[in-house]
């Protein structure tokens, strides 16, 4: 079954460095979406793109993030100058389309540790 | 505000017994409701997801119910499993963006 997929797994930067995390959508799915998880907390949304713009944003999606579709497969977060309240669990997902009854499927996170 | 409690936080059962974990929700538009399942370490794997006019709905020994004057969701599990310990998250869908609202968890043990 088809997969999203998020690399690293694990990443850990110095405070004020930047911050790429990587995703690959399912091939034929057009939202895509990221969601952070501070430990021991509920997943929050953080933003959604499709057709190279992004949709919604939340508040925690300030100035400091951004997201880009660089070519046909990759879909990428990019945090400019990380804090150490941004460590989380950042997962990516992917949806077939814009339907209240499709499922958003998920990747199993990259783990960012901000020291 | 927007907001998803469930309960129990956590709970612990034995194999091959039944549960039900709770869901309230205040989520405005509603759009639909979903449960997950969060294994350790990997990410959220849907379940069910039922929009307004759905009341219940199965996914082999899952079964999630809806009750949307009341904004209350369950999610019936029968015949547990080992591979069932697992968080499982209620999810709330809102507005036209279909922006998901997660709950806390209900984090699920189920003992030999």
């Known amino acids: 079954e088809p997969e999203v997929t998020q690399t690293p797994s694990h990443q850990v930067t110095q405070m004020g460095q930047e911050v790429i995390l990587r995703c690959v959508p399912i091939s034929n799915h057009l939202y895509f979406y990221w969601y952070r998880q501070i430990l021991g907390q509920k997943v929050e949304f953080l933003v959604s793109f499709y057709n190279n713009e992004i949709s919604e944003k939340s508040e925690i999606f300030d100035d400091q993030f951004s997201v880009e579709r660089p070519d046909g497969s990759n879909f990428t977060l990019k945090i400019r100058s990380t804090k150490l309240e941004d460590s989380a669990m950042y997962f990516c997902a992917s949806s077939v389309l814009f339907l209240s009854n499709q499922p958003q499927h998920f990747g199993d996170g990259t783990r960012l540790s901000i020291l | 505000k927007n907001q998803v409690e469930q309960s129990p936080q956590s709970l612990i059962i034995l194999e091959g017994k039944n549960c039900t974990l709770q869901?309230?929700?205040?989520?405005?538009?509603?759009?639909?409701l979903r449960w997950y399942k969060q294994d350790t370490g990997r990410g959220p794997v849907s379940l069910t997801i039922m929009t307004f006019s759905e009341n219940t709905k199965s996914n082999g020994r899952y079964t999630a119910t809806l009750d949307a004057d009341t904004k209350q969701s369950s999610l019936h599990i029968t015949a547990s499993q080992l591979s069932d310990s697992a968080s499982y998250i209620c999810v709330v869908s809102a507005g036209a963006t279909n922006k998901l609202i997660f709950g806390t968890g209900t984090l699920l043990a189920v003992q030999p």
């Open positions: 869901c309230n929700y205040t989520v405005s538009p509603f759009s639909n």
